[in-house]
């Protein structure tokens, strides 16, 4: 096998890449390599329609087989890459085969985190990463009479809600004071909590699990920091993820909660990329390197890292930007509000229509929008060309975003 690209990862991140080389005119070969049979798929449908039923597997493929055989990329499925040989530049697989590269790009995302308390291996306490995951919890989703959800992040949030469709008794218990304290700020949390108890979900928060009880080899219930008991015939892990950097780690690439790169996306090692989610980097809006988990950055990414192998190499500078649909309710956020230190609210709350814009200063760093596309729209735009806007102007809804705008 002639060297060319190999990606580690197909996810959308790996996926994008080698479609992305194609785009670029790159002409040798690309390997795509991925831990899970199939071809490679979207993720965010596993919490919301495959989950509910509305998406098969097949509809959820990002492309068909003649696709990646049109453009002369080669899949090698449910195959494990267990080293880099920097040196050799080659990789190994778990089969003893060994592949050459030109340049590898790491795609290999994150793993989802499992709580380190009794019970935690017990059959019907699931995580939420994978295809598999979601058709084991979609296929006891429907034997079930009572879901508990640990963690209320983005994952748990979204469960609840095709759980509570379903009809399931649903609990969501979260150690934080409030839904989503890593990810949103506090208006736009309380009122998507507000909107899954109206549901029909149960909250408690500020408590913690200390073990999972069961029967029989099979969960059964969850006990809490508070000395409750709640029974469970199903359980939901969603209490964040942490990257893949195994390899990396093990490789000798420069790694901390990421694999570290610069702004090429570029590691330590000039012949490897790293993108999406295992990545962390250094971006223009913060001043610590970032990892951000979410479709566009890995895709941006992947253009970006495919552009720069073709010789068009550019520093990643996207404005991050992330959904969810919660229900009714859909949830999109432009930027990263780490270091915000206000807020300000745009629209009306009561009417289930409004921003959040997030402040650091008078700098604006981040909108969280609910129902209200036309600001996100703007605002991904005022935060791409660091428009100046201030808290007083986000606040009128008479002042229309993109007429803030340079011409």
């Known amino acids: 096998m002639d060297a060319g690209v190999i990606v580690v990862g197909s996810g959308q991140g790996g996926f994008q890449v080698a479609a992305s080389l194609r785009d670029e005119g790159y002409e040798g070969p690309v390997t795509l390599i991925g831990d899970e049979p199939g071809l490679p798929y979207q993720r965010p449908p596993l919490s919301k329609s495959f989950l509910a039923g509305k998406a098969q597997a097949q509809q959820i493929e990002l492309r068909p087989a003649s696709f990646y055989a049109e453009r002369k990329i080669s899949v090698l499925a449910a195959q494990r890459v267990t080293g880099i040989h920097r040196s050799a530049r080659r990789v190994e697989l778990a089969s003893g085969a060994t592949l050459p590269y030109e340049h590898l790009v790491l795609a290999t995302g994150a793993r989802a985190r499992v709580p380190a308390v009794p019970g935690a291996q017990l059959a019907g306490v699931l995580a939420l990463r994978s295809r598999a995951d979601a058709q084991a919890l979609l296929d006891q989703l429907r034997q079930a009479r009572r879901l508990v959800v640990v963690g209320a992040g983005f994952i748990g949030l979204e469960v609840s809600v095709v759980a509570r469709e379903i009809g399931l008794e649903v609990r969501v218990i979260e150690f934080a004071e409030r839904v989503l304290k890593r990810s949103v700020s506090a208006p736009a949390a309380d009122y998507l909590a507000n909107a899954l108890a109206a549901r029909g979900v149960q909250f408690n ?84 390197l970032v990892r951000i988990e979410s479709v566009q950055n890995a895709v941006d990414q992947a253009r970006c890292v495919a552009a720069r192998i073709a010789g068009k190499a550019e520093p990643y500078a996207k404005v991050p930007w992330f959904w969810s649909d919660q229900g009714d309710n859909r949830l999109q956020i432009a930027g990263v509000a780490e270091g915000a230190d206000s807020t300000v609210l745009r629209g009306d709350v009561a009417a289930g229509k409004f921003s959040v814009f997030r402040f650091r200063g008078e700098r604006l760093m981040a909108v969280e929008s609910i129902n209200s596309a036309g600001d996100h729209m703007a605002a991904r735009k005022l935060l791409a060309a660091a428009t100046p806007i201030t808290p007083d102007q986000a606040a009128d809804t008479g002042v229309k975003l993109a007429a803030l705008l340079a011409p």
């Open 205 to 288: 928060l500020a408590t913690g699990v200390t073990a999972f009880t069961g029967s029989e080899g099979r969960v059964r219930g969850v006990e809490t920091t508070r000395g409750e008991s709640f029974p469970a015939d199903l359980v939901v892990v969603g209490v964040g993820v942490d990257p893949d950097v195994g390899l990396a780690s093990a490789a000798d690439l420069a790694v901390h909660d990421g694999i570290i790169v610069d702004r090429q996306l570029l590691t330590s090692d000039p012949s490897i990329s790293a993108i999406g989610d295992c990545a962390r980097y250094p971006a223009a809006f913060c001043k610590a």
